[in-house]
């Protein structure tokens, strides 16, 4: 068994989706004694955006690629292996400006490439059947009936950015993480709580024997 780790929160030991990221993984190494895993921290180490010298890779053969295009479709055979190579990917997410960081849209841009997560000819997609799970991360609280009801936009995003891959995220939520250090949200501290205590918990019951028995 393989786990794929990444984290992209560039909050470092304050933030929360690296600490639930890193709780699911050290659950995950528990449940599979004999399991390897693969890290990749896109907050420290981002992944190249796609730009009009290197996304054209993506539509040409590879023997007309210039030296920056075969660099930029090598990273993205490197990214989509990752995938190919894990039984379990966990991905910390933190909600940045109502989306996803920069770097996971880079991250995913890269996972889009006919002939690797997309069959060439049939685009049926190449990355489906394993475990994907998101612990994402939201300052604020945007569940129905808040003010901000609908702003997080990189939950909805996700699924369907993936969706030719064949990738299908399962997302474990703390909100309202700002609480504790933006005076205006102190009243909120109660709930702040109850959300990470509701997302630790979904965490530990991922690999116990009745889940995986699911």
Partial sequence: MHLLHIDSSIQGD???????????ADLWRDAHP?????????????????????????LM???????????SWALTEELVDE?????????????YNFGAPSSV?????HLIAPG????AETHAPLLGGREFVVLASRGG???EGTPRHGWDHAEPWLPHALASTGLEPRFITAQLTLAHTTPAMAELIPLAEQSLAEAER???????PAAAMV
């Fill in 14 to 24: 304050r933030s929360v989706s690296r600490k639930l990221s890193a709780r699911a």
């Fill in 34 to 58: 004999r399991g390897t895993v693969t890290y990749r921290d896109l907050g420290s180490n981002p992944v190249p955006h796609l730009d009009a010298t290197t996304g054209p890779a993506r």
């Fill in 61 to 71: 053969p590879a023997e007309q690629h210039t030296p920056a295009q075969a660099a």
């Fill in 83 to 95: 995938i190919k190579s894990a039984d379990t990917v966990l991905l910390g997410l933190p909600l």
């Fill in 105 to 109: 849209k880079a991250w995913v841009d």
């Fill in 116 to 119: 690797l997560s997309i069959d």
């Fill in 141 to 143: 609280g945007y569940t």
């Fill in 202 to 208: 979904a965490v530990d019951e991922l690999w116990t």
